[in-house]
């Protein structure tokens, strides 16, 4: 069965720096990719997905992220964060471009700084 | 369209109780999603329909649960003889079968099992 892992549980940083937030993802079969953002008291709502072509998907908010499938990572930068970036991250994978078999990574909080 | 509605947000019941929550998909979406998040982890899926038919099942969703969507518009989610580790947020999904499928996700249902 298909799995995400999101390495790091937590991510601080300041203003205007750039991140990155690691998901690595695993799978015997080709996989959709996703990544979902959940603001305080909030469902999630999607940022970008990979379902195939380019390896290099953008999203909203200025959020990009790139499919590796050598390394099976599908890492998601934003070269300049803002303070209204705080939120929980979270990456997810599915076989088939349906929602009932996604899985979730356990998800990494961005805590944005001045 | 406001998006997918969930009611109540808020829950507080005493272990042993019945509880029920209720989901209003976006009204052209012929799919309804519940997941249950737990503190600390992403979303894990319970249970999905298409249109008045639940079509899948997790493992999750213990003989205690039940849901439906009796007419293809609204869902109900019960939790009978609740238990505190049934505390969780629940959350709703729809999304349309056919082209964008995009999963749009409510703002949940905390519940807390006193």
């Known amino acids: 069965a298909q799995s995400v892992t999101q390495l790091d549980s937590q991510v601080p940083v300041f203003e205007e720096a750039p991140v990155e937030l690691r998901c690595n993802y695993s799978?015997?079969?080709?996989?959709?990719l996703f990544w979902y953002v959940q603001y305080p008291n909030q469902g999630l709502q999607l940022l970008l997905k990979?379902?195939?072509?380019?390896?290099l998907v953008k999203g909203i908010n200025g959020f990009e992220a790139e499919f590796n499938k050598s390394q099976t990572s599908f890492h998601l930068r934003k070269p300049s964060v803002h303070i209204s970036d705080t939120a929980e991250y979270f990456c997810?994978?599915?076989?088939?471009?349906?929602?009932?078999?996604?899985?979730f990574g356990a998800g990494t909080r961005l805590t944005v700084k001045p | 369209d406001t998006g997918v509605s969930q009611n109540p947000r808020h829950k507080i019941t005493k272990r042993g109780q019945n509880v029920t929550f209720r989901c209003d998909p976006i009204?052209?979406?012929?799919?309804l999603y519940w997941y249950r998040q737990t503190l600390g982890q992403g979303p894990e899926f319970l249970t999905y329909?298409?249109?008045?038919?639940?079509?899948?099942k997790s493992r999750l969703l213990s003989d205690r649960f039940s849901a439906e969507r009796p007419k293809g518009s609204f869902s109900t989610l019960e939790i009978q003889r609740t238990e505190q580790g049934d505390s969780a947020m629940y959350l709703c999904?729809?999304?349309?079968?056919?082209?964008?499928?995009?999963?749009?996700f409510g703002q949940g249902t905390r519940l807390t099992v006193v």
């Open positions: 999904a729809s999304s349309r079968t056919t082209g964008n499928t995009e999963a749009f």
């Open positions: 799978s015997s079969v080709s996989v959709y």
């Open positions: 990979y379902l195939s072509g380019s390896t």
């Open positions: 997810a994978v599915s076989l088939t471009y349906n929602n009932n078999d996604m899985r």
């Open positions: 009204s052209e979406h012929n799919r």
């Open positions: 329909f298409q249109n008045e038919a639940q079509l899948e």
